[in-house]
DNA sequence: CGGCTTTGACCAGCGC
DNA sequence: GCGCTGGTCAAAGCCG
């Protein structure tokens, strides 16, 4: 089931269609009713509404609030769904986790089936980091901070060229570089809050979406997330372990980017999986998700847009 | 002036 | 052994 691409065509539609009522620059070819709806708002703004335009206009708000229904009855599966996915994976990861961490002594063969493992399930974070206390302490501590290995997905603005991806943590540049299988520069970020922090980060546009920006975290912070200490609530991360969690909406589209990293091995060496089924962590998430749809600028212009929409159909049924 | 970014050079792994 | 490639270093420049 793919619903990251399932989403970000029914969602945009009524964001398209917004935009184009605030007369604000739509995404060429990205939606069909927004096409379809800019006469018809058009037509509204420069003539006086007869009769038939009105009932045009009540009939396409009708659709409209009814696919506003049906978008939101989808996207509640899609949270379910994701959920039993989410379970689905961590069985998975819990039973093949062993096959997985046998990586080779080279080290370029042991990236590559990291990033194998993390390209088949983007969504998971620190696979490996479930390793036993004899392999870990078999292995130099280099090696163990490379299998704390994850990446996330962020939708960014379409004309944002940076390659910064905020975290919530301070990343210092310490290179670029242009790769063989992609023609974006990937950037290479250390993390800069604390001197001793092994954890890098490598950013690269992707070869698919160049709007989206795969950040690919190794280490893990051996420093509070800054957030929690200097800014709280500066950012929509929250730190579950290594790498933040994130949950980001970007105006072309909605981006639910997720990273279930697993905690700490040094805390909670007794589970061996994160804590995201738990209740708490799941009303997080539900928050998280919410509170990006409230701070995305379409979002709300696509809720003032229903509403008003309402209200000036409430206000015609009075009239006519 | 200190911290950060940029960018060319360098190094090491890998395949042939 | 050699060339390709990814990752890192470090000097120079920029900026607040």
């Not at 065509?9 to 398209?16: K, M, R």
């Not at 301070?170 to 001793?196: I, L």
Request: charged share 30%; hydrophobic share 25%; with cysteine.
């Amino acid at each position: 089931m793919d619903y990251s691409s399932w989403v970000d065509t029914s969602l945009d539609l009524n964001i398209s269609s917004i935009r184009v009522k605030s007369e604000a620059p739509v995404d060429a070819g990205r939606s069909g009713m927004a096409k379809e709806l800019k006469p018809t708002f058009m037509d509204f703004q420069t003539k006086p509404s007869s009769k038939e335009e009105t009932g045009a206009l009540v009939e396409e708000l009708n659709r409209v609030g009814e696919e506003n229904r049906k978008l939101t009855e989808m996207l509640t599966v899609m949270c379910e769904s994701y959920n039993v996915l989410r379970g689905q994976l961590m069985d998975y990861m819990s039973k093949n986790g062993e096959k997985d961490r046998l990586a080779p002594s080279k080290k370029r063969k042991s990236e590559s089936s990291h990033n194998n493992n993390n390209n088949n399930i983007a969504m998971n974070g620190n696979s490996e980091s479930s390793s036993t206390d004899e392999e870990s302490s078999k292995k130099p501590r280099e090696e163990i901070i490379k299998d704390k290995i994850s990446k996330a997905y962020v939708r960014t603005e379409a004309g944002d060229t940076s390659l910064t991806v905020k975290d919530g943590y301070q990343w210092r540049k310490y290179g670029q570089k242009v790769t063989r299988d992609n023609p974006c520069p990937r950037a290479y970020f250390k993390c800069s809050f604390a001197p001793s922090c092994p954890v890098k980060k490598k950013v690269q546009r992707s070869i698919d979406d160049q709007s989206v920006l795969v950040a690919t975290y190794e280490g893990e912070h051996n420093h509070p997330h800054p957030s929690m200490e200097a800014t709280p609530g500066s950012n929509r991360s929250l730190t579950l372990g290594s790498v933040p969690c994130t949950a980001s909406l970007a105006s072309s589209g909605p981006t639910i980017t997720l990273d279930l990293t697993k905690p700490k091995s040094s805390n909670d060496d007794k589970s061996s999986k994160p804590r995201t089924d738990t209740p708490e962590v799941q009303k997080f998430l539900v928050e998280q998700m919410a509170s990006s749809l409230t701070k995305d600028p379409n979002f709300t212009a696509a809720l003032v847009a229903a509403i008003s929409g309402r209200m000036f159909q409430q206000n015609n049924s009075e009239k006519w």
